[in-house]
Each structure stands twice: as structure tokens, then as C-alpha cells.
């Protein structure tokens, strides 16, 4: 998972943008302490979620953290395969 995480951050490029993006990476996740199985059991709970409402590719999930500037982000990233429907309580 992580490693899907990384190619999807790092894309193409130069070494030295690739060098600079794994840096950044890395960056975040040791000032946000975020371990390998933090993001697992995270993605865990949010599929768990999510899929009280949708139906979803679970193979598809995607958890990525971006920083920009003094911000960081959780993005959650899964196909939507359709909407749970529920019944309307009378």
C-alpha cells in the first residue's frame, strides 16, 4: 500500500525532483509520526465507514497525506461502486 502511495506521489521526473519528493515525503510522515501501521488501521476504519454508506473497490482505496505550506491533509482517495440504499424510518 505504501509503496502504491509513493509511486502515485513521486510520478516522473529527474532524479533530483524524485529525490526532492521522496525527501518531502518523508518529511511529513516523521513530523506527523505516522507509521506504516497507523495508515493500515486508518485505512481499515475509514473503508469500515465508508462502506456503511457505499459500496466501494476496497482494492481501490488510497490514503495519501500532502502538506502544503503549515498544512497537512488526509486525502482519501476509492471508487464508488454505488450508493447503499436505506429504508425510511416512519
Request: hydrophobic share 40%.
Amino acid at each position: 500500500m505504501l509503496n502504491g502511495i509513493l509511486k502515485k506521489i513521486l510520478g516522473k521526473g529527474g532524479s533530483r525532483e524524485v529525490a526532492k519528493k521522496r525527501l518531502q515525503f518523508a518529511l511529513v510522515y516523521d513530523k506527523l509520526e505516522v507509521s506504516k501501521d497507523i495508515l493500515s488501521d486508518l485505512q481499515d476504519d475509514i473503508i469500515e465507514v465508508i462502506s456503511h454508506y457505499f459500496e466501494i473497490d476496497k482494492g481501490g482505496l488510497k490514503l495519501d497525506i500532502q502538506r502544503m505550506d503549515d498544512k497537512t491533509a488526509l486525502v482519501v482517495n476509492t471508487p464508488i461502486l454505488s450508493t447503499k440504499r436505506r429504508g425510511i424510518a416512519a
